[in-house]
């Protein structure tokens, strides 16, 4: 059974750096598209970032473009989401969610509806 497991939350402050990882078991990294998606409390799931199965392309959404970077490293079978100047409204619960495979995937890769696995998520808060 594949599984998600996100680590690297915590709390800072704005202008600060963190970096997410998340681990996948049960499975070969290198089999999903990945993606990072976050939920701010009494807000709807936000598309963050996505990485396809390559690794040869990423996908931003527009309010952590130039800020936040997404990697993989297959050998470690784990996803990284790197992010810098972290900013008060970046604060929410990130989850990392896979891909197997999605026909128009690079036309709907910000649609959480398309991802079939997905982690418990890690709490990120940026105090101002």
């Known amino acids: 059974q594949v599984q998600l497991v996100e680590s690297g939350g915590g709390l800072v402050q704005a202008g600060d750096s963190l970096r997410l990882s998340c681990a996948i078991t049960?499975?070969?990294?290198?089999?999903?598209?990945l993606g990072w998606f976050r939920q701010a409390p009494g807000k709807e799931r936000e598309f963050v970032a996505t990485?396809?199965?390559?690794?040869?392309?990423?996908y931003y959404g527009d309010s952590v473009k130039g800020r936040f970077t997404i990697s993989r490293d297959n050998a470690k079978n784990t996803v990284y989401l790197q992010m810098n100047s972290l900013k008060p409204e970046d604060t929410a619960v990130y989850y990392c969610?896979?891909?197997?495979?999605?026909?128009?995937?690079?036309?709907?890769?910000?649609?959480?509806?398309?991802?079939?696995?997905w982690g418990q998520g890690t709490q990120v808060t940026v105090s101002s």
């Open positions: 990485i396809n199965w390559s690794g040869g392309s990423t």
């Open positions: 969610a896979a891909l197997i495979w999605f026909e128009n995937y690079y036309t709907e890769y910000m649609e959480s509806r398309i991802y079939d696995y």
């Open positions: 049960g499975g070969t990294l290198s089999s999903y598209a």
